[in-house]
């Protein structure tokens, strides 16, 4: 059953559609100031993120449960990843909580979605004994031996593994098992900032490169940004000059690159 949306939803829709999205300076403010105690300050960092959770949380409306409660979900996520967001780091906390949010509505669908509808069907009983003995993560594999169509059992895997394993789960008096999970891996969070970070950095590249001449941009592309770099030689062949003065062009063009990335960084900062 598709989630659908209710009164309520649709007032506190109406509520938040004036808010506005915070400029970088003025959230790192905010965010300094709620980790020093000014409560004010976490209301409007917090106030500013939650349309996004409700663009977040449309992505699950067809999950069957009602669309009040996921967004009410996410926003418990954003205030998770708000309490955890630190100033420092050179991330939104848009992009910082994205993971959060998506992990708090995942895990009430997969609740609400198991506790109610699971195994209801043929298929579905199936997929789950099939799941249980071979631990499939193959949509068209389990598809094929349960007799739904492919779509559904990419769907459906998720729930599936929900129901096997609980991170939540204590066993023998110990600590829940994701209090237990210990890796030196990077944490979804970090990873999601570094890929803003690889996004800023090829915008940057891009407005850097548009300040050059055609064929300085033609140079740095062959000789700084090419896997297999071309020679001195094999440029001015192509160019009608020496190697000498594509080596001059390429030194030229480098400094322009460093100016231009330092002023933008320094507007960014």
């Known amino acids: ?19 506005r ?15 020093e105690g000014d409560r004010r300050a976490g209301e409007r960092l917090v106030v500013a993120c939650l349309p996004f959770v409700i663009a977040i949380a449309l992505e699950y409306r067809r999950w069957g449960a009602p669309l009040e409660d996921i967004v009410q979900q996410g926003n418990l996520g954003l205030l998770r990843a708000a309490t955890k967001f630190d100033p420092a780091r050179d991330c939104r906390l848009a992009t910082y909580a994205a993971y959060w949010i998506r992990a708090e509505i995942r895990d009430y669908v997969v609740r609400t979605y198991r506790v109610v509808r699971l195994g209801t069907t043929k298929a579905e009983r199936r997929a789950l004994r099939a799941y249980r003995k071979t631990r499939e993560s193959d949509p068209a594999t389990l598809a094929a031996v349960s007799g739904m169509t492919p ?9 599936l593994a929900g129901r096997e394993t609980s991170l939540d789960a204590r ?5 829940a098992l994701f209090d237990r999970l210990v890796g030196s891996a990077s944490t979804p969070e970090e990873d999601a900032c570094a890929e803003e970070h690889r996004g800023q950095a090829r915008v940057a590249v891009g407005e850097a490169l548009s300040d050059l001449t055609e064929r300085e941009r033609m140079i740095v592309r062959e000789r700084l940004m ?8 094999d440029l001015g062949v ?4 020496s190697k000498e003065r594509v080596r001059q062009i390429e030194a030229r063009a480098r400094g322009k690159l460093r100016a231009k990335l330092g002023e933008l960084r320094s507007e960014a900062a």
């Open 151 to 159: 779509e559904k059992a990419a769907w459906l895997l998720p729930l």
């Open 238 to 241: 192509e160019l009608g000059v």
């Open 171 to 175: 066993v023998d008096d110990q600590s």
């Open 21 to 35: 999205t915070l400029d970088r300076e003025t959230e790192r403010e905010l965010a300094r100031r709620w980790r």
């Open 1 to 19: 059953m598709m989630a659908t949306e209710g009164h309520s939803l649709r007032l506190y829709r109406n509520s938040v559609a004036d808010v």
């Open 226 to 233: 090419a896997d297999e770099p071309r020679t001195l030689q």
